[in-house]
């Protein structure tokens, strides 16, 4: 079975290595790549096609909101989940995530 390839996007890097430790310990699990900002996540998403993106809300650049959008939209995107963080979301800012969720696959 191919392991679940997993885009781990955030700009803290603390988060973003703890994410990654914890995604590593799960046997079936790969992390594919690492993102700084919402346009490096984007890029990388259309480059390597991951499974599954883990977004931070809150990036430069591009914030995880727009780059969801901007990643789903690709064509050919293989990636139909994503899971948004934030630390700081509002009641308006988790119905705008919930908003910019990929369509249900075919």
Same mark, same amino acid.
Do not use: Y
């Given at each position: ?15 973003? %290595?703890?994410? *990654?430790?914890? +995604? ?9 790549? /690492? &993102? ?12 390597? %096609?991951?499974? *599954?993106?883990i +977004? ?9 909101? /727009? &780059?969801a ?38």
């Amino acid at each position: 079975m191919n392991p679940l390839r997993i885009l781990v996007a955030d700009d803290h890097e603390i988060v973003r %290595r703890g994410l *990654v430790s914890l +995604l590593k310990s799960h046997a079936g699990w790969e992390v594919c790549a /690492e &993102a700084q900002d919402g346009r490096q996540a984007v890029e990388k998403a259309k480059e390597l %096609r991951p499974d *599954v993106v883990i +977004l931070d809300i809150g990036m430069p650049n591009l914030n995880g909101l /727009e &780059a969801a959008r901007q990643i789903h939209r690709k064509p050919r995107s293989r990636t139909r989940k994503r899971l948004t963080l934030s630390s700081r979301a509002s009641t308006p800012t988790r119905r705008t995530a919930q908003e910019a969720r990929p369509a249900p696959a075919p």
